[in-house]
């Protein structure tokens, strides 16, 4: 272990819209604050769950300004400097710089194809480009490549990176890279994505998580850190347990797939128990209604996250709009 | 066939970089036209194969504003508006409507996963925002997603897409596309990409093509296109040999591949003929060099594109630059 | 061209069954006898579809049997011998030989994964096994690897093949390799199985195809194998616009995917037409039925293969058997 | 936890070959005893470790009856029933239910593409032709289909499984199905098969591991699973690194990929520890060699495997016949 101050529990932060789909500024100071209050370590913005994909740059710099501002020092900021290629990411890491957050987060290098040298030269070259510290973000299922452990520890050893935020799946993979991390002096710190198998990433020697599911019950996750730090692990597991059925809110629904899917049940999970105020998805995804909202709270209160007869919160806007003059989207 | 003003072949502009990596306007102007004296019906910029995923917004449109400057109005301009998701997607349409280009080309939304319902959404979403022709560019190699031919021919008829540039590699999906286009009157213009069985795609009833090795030898294409107009098939397939075998140049690269590899060919070709002056590459990817160059001009002097006693040319610029103070790239 | 009995039209059979999911060696010799008299050049068993992943090797060798004295010489018959790995296939050329085929039709290895230098050896192993003339089936939607058509021109100079049937959908690396063979001295017969753009193909220097549609409308396939030889490509492609639309059959399936759509339309439309007696399916796929039917009857009409007002045959079968005792089948 | 007999550790045991490729019953018999001396729980034959898709029908059950002789009883042995559709593996299945075998194991139906209502009637049938406990093996990377954990745990349910070997690589997944099973009342015996995270797998309530590598060293998942049992995750968690650190052996090899490098590692290991007399691979696969074999023997010395003093053994035989008169294998 390290005394880096990335550590611990990172959530990703998802981002509340109003009706009529802007940024609600009301809604992301309750839920920051609510995940600082339940002892998280810090938090990630710009992350896939953040929405970076679907933010114009004026969107993502507007959520950036004010979200830094809400977290005002109280644990460090990881900000997603997303882009397709190399010079595209510095692009992102100039200008998130500026805003003051006190890490990077950037991908393999996506849309162009290119192999593991691009890779390598694309680290690199970001790291030429900027002083903040950088994570790699590990996310095949995204960027449709998978980082290599050696290549990452390499890039460790060498000071371009100083972590790696691992989303892979790819738990084999996210074990060699503990090993042989901890075999180069613990150059990077490790983080893992993977909500659903925490206690066996930490068993495994992570040095945190980056779960999105803490969104919704920040305050399990933080007690299963700690737990894992007293080496308590039949309580992480236990925790784990809890969480793992809690992510059955993604594993519901049926009008779509992906991100709808995905982020949309944490959304839709979020308005339910009252700390969002909608459930609703930037263009082109459509909000969750009927059925899979019904899923959604049965799951949450079978977890204990809503009251037993508490009523199902109705919208009272449109899931799915269309411009004006728009053919109906069938 | 329609009167639409994208038909024919009309290339993606491959762009040239000087020995310092920086736009090479004088070798920009040779290359368009080099296409346009040779008969090409049209120029597509901030393709795949024009960088675009490796410019900044101030490259791209430093890029789309000389290049329109030279084209001047000789040749209809297409180009790409290439980003993530939607509402990216709107803004980059914005950002070069103000150019005064003829079209706007988007591929599906890429990074956040979706399923057909965003993707049907998404060109819905873009038409709202632009009155310029759109076409769709269906490239799964780079977004991972097929268009659907009959999902698109829908929105051939309500008026969301005029064209289609399909890249996709699935030519069977593309004689649905021609038929069920035809069977709808026409709405869209249906573009080839796919540069070496362009023949096969005319024969089933392609508009037009958009092959990237038209950059090298563009009066074969358009040739091509005019015996197809013509019904000599028999000079269509002949031709198409002729470029099938030229396109050798992009599978004999070893020291990379992808982009590096396929662009990096053509820029390499582009160069050792005296179109362009370098074959340099954008970060991260690294020019090609020794033997990969040596097989390239083979396959040209096969093709009779290069004299059969012409030296190769030699570089005179690193070929795979890195910052100063950067640990080499292994 | 050569002189190998090994081109033109060389339709995959598809198998009949009865209501009790048995062979049916009458519609069988029915359809069979349909092809050869509509004037095919070969015919195809055990392809995939000719159900072989489906067959024990009792079954396998029942149906060739029956199909080789059905055939009775009139054409070339080839046959598959699709197993995992090398000594299975090779056991499973051995058996075919003695039932007196013309020649042998192997897949790459599957299931264990390998690398290239592992698929080269295995067609060169299976060579060194048996004497009959030897095709490569590039099949990757089944098989997971492409084959390179460098390494099968290289195979096809060393004597080990004899022909590939291509069935890859990678039109590019089609075209590749008919010019590849055509630079060696044509020592393979390439044939497509692409059914949909068979006049691509033939345009390209195909020596002949190998179309599943075939069973359905040989007629069409023939004449326009003759046309392409004649040079008609106008009537070429006529004839494979109709074969592209009356393929929609596939395209209707709704209840389910893959073979038992592709495979399952098929016999589908035979049954229809009157050809088989049934749609039955092997285990563990169901027949179609409903409205898959009605719209297969639909493509049928439209193509001129069933008089419009032919009424839709209702089936007397159980689709979707199960055994005594299972629990039934959601 | 449930009284099955199948639990604990249940390696799959890798097939040694002599210098002619000829299976190696001496060499067999020494590893299966110092597997079963170790404290093993269980032993799998056939499955893809075992060389099932290498091996004709002959071969298969040769090994399996030599096999079953020498474990004598002494442990609960499970087969592999692996081909490619619904009646060909109950083929196997009657076959293997001769020889006296405990368990089955089948994967997903492969070759043929379908969806997942094939691959549940697939099971369904199957249990309607054999009486003995049935397990699922979960192989996305060799059969294409990942198997559901809510369809698994209601074939548990419905009495068709009796267990899941589950090697998909598929951690979340995984969980799910632990968690899932656990609240059906455990139907299933739930086995990993991803030696490199048992750990993990523990710690989320599998019931045992089916692990390669134990082949090499079984003692340490024996005293693994004992620690598991005894709830000392420290100690399961040191273990599993030695683990991991050893299946290192699998990273090093440069000659090719896939199988050749996994399971030829294995064997290249057992061979240089003394239990395999070659490391002979079956055709297509060439045997290691050179630096690979160092690179492996390295990873034994650091592991203690081996004495760091040992030499390394070296190879009498050809690693890569050709027959003769075949051309030679590049």
Redesign the interface.
């Known amino acids: 272990m390290t005394d880096s101050p990335f550590r611990g529990v990172i959530p990703p932060v998802v981002i509340p819209l109003t009706e009529k789909r802007q940024l609600d500024l009301e809604a992301l100071e309750r839920s920051i604050n609510r995940m600082i209050d339940a002892g998280v370590d810090g938090l990630f913005f710009l992350g896939?769950s953040g929405e970076v994909?679907?933010?114009?740059?004026a969107?993502r710099y507007h959520v950036l300004q004010e979200a830094i501002a809400m977290v005002h020092g109280r644990v460090p900021v990881l900000t997603g400097i997303?882009d397709?290629?190399?010079?595209?990411v510095?692009?992102q890491a100039k200008r998130a710089t500026g805003y003051g957050v006190d890490a990077l987060v950037a991908t393999a290098?996506?849309?162009?194809?290119?192999?593991p040298?691009?890779?390598?030269?694309?680290f690199?070259?970001i790291?030429?480009?900027t002083d903040l510290p950088l994570f790699a973000y590990d996310l095949p299922?995204?960027?449709?490549t998978k980082l290599d452990p050696t290549m990452l520890v390499r890039l460790g050893e060498?000071g371009?990176l100083q972590g790696v935020k691992d989303s892979s799946?790819?738990?084999?993979s996210f074990?060699?890279l503990c090993?042989q991390n901890e075999d180069a002096g613990h150059p990077l710190q490790v983080l893992t994505g993977?909500e659903?198998?925490v206690?066996?990433?930490y068993?495994?020697?992570a040095d945190g998580s980056v779960p999105g599911l803490a969104n919704i019950d920040p305050a399990s996750y933080v007690e299963q850190w700690r737990a894992a730090q007293a080496?308590d692990?039949?309580r992480?597991?236990e925790i784990?347990?809890h969480l793992?059925?809690l992510?059955?809110v993604t594993?519901e629904v049926k009008a779509?797939?992906?991100?709808?899917a995905g982020v949309g049940a944490f959304k839709t999970a979020l308005w339910q128990m009252g700390v969002f105020n909608t459930n609703q998805m930037?263009?082109?995804?459509?909000a969750l209604e009927g059925e899979d909202v019904e899923q959604i709270v049965a799951v949450l209160k079978r977890a204990g996250l809503m009251d037993a007869d508490a009523p199902i919160r109705q919208a009272h806007w449109d899931a799915?709009p269309?411009?004006p003059?728009?053919?109906a989207?069938?």
Chains 1, 2, 3, 4 share one sequence.
Request: with cysteine; net charge negative; charged share 25%.
């Open positions: 896939s994909a679907f933010l114009t740059d969107q997303i397709m290629e190399t010079m595209r510095v692009d290098p996506f849309y162009a194809l290119g192999g040298k691009e890779v390598e030269r694309h690199r070259a790291r030429e480009h299922a995204c960027v449709h060498d371009v799946g790819d738990d084999v074990r060699w090993l993977h659903v198998v206690d066996g990433a068993l495994g020697g080496g692990w039949e992480v597991r784990q347990n793992a059925r992510m059955y594993r779509t797939v992906g991100f709808g930037r263009e082109p995804v459509c799915c269309v411009s003059g728009a053919p989207c069938k």
